[in-house]
């Protein structure tokens, strides 16, 4: 165990009190997208914790692959159902590890003409960060360990632990 429920709960209750309140002027809803798949556990209790109207809406990627990985090229497998010219936009993460993904996607949705792009992540891996980026809202800084739960996953498991939680090495054949 490396995060106990309640203290994602209470953080994610703190940092959406923050969200509030700097976006707490707007004429708009704002728009939260969330990256699939690890991020439909943060997303379903930060939308809920969030009190100012926010409208939901979902990207899925993936990178072309490891060696390509590096290039933080990513394909889009969903894009997002609406046009966000001119919205205050919201990424949702689980986890920020190298950046590539987020340094892509801010980039992408960035072009398209919103008022703003900010990311808020439940985690943050600062030792594996490839590409810097100003990240607005972050949960905790975790070291450099193989985390689960809450959305993370390995081999597609745990991803309904309401904890995170580490991995013994031999579960992933490192031992
Ligand atoms: C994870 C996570 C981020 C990305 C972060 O997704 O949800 O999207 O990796 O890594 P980066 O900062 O090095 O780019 P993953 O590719 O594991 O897919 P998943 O969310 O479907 O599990």
Redesign the pocket.
Known sequence: MLIPADAIQERLAVMARQIDEDYADLDDTLLLVG?????FVIMADLARYISIPNSVDFM????YGSST?SS?VVRILKDLDTEIEGRHVLIV???????????YLVHNLESRGPASVEIVTLLAKPD???VEMPVRYIGFEVPDVFVVGY???FDERY?NLSCIATLKPEVYGEA
């Open positions: 990256v699939l798949k690890g991020a899925a990627v993936s990178s990985r933080g993460e689980d986890i920020i590890d190298s950046g590539l993904t987020l340094d594996r960060r490839r959305g993370l996953d991803r």
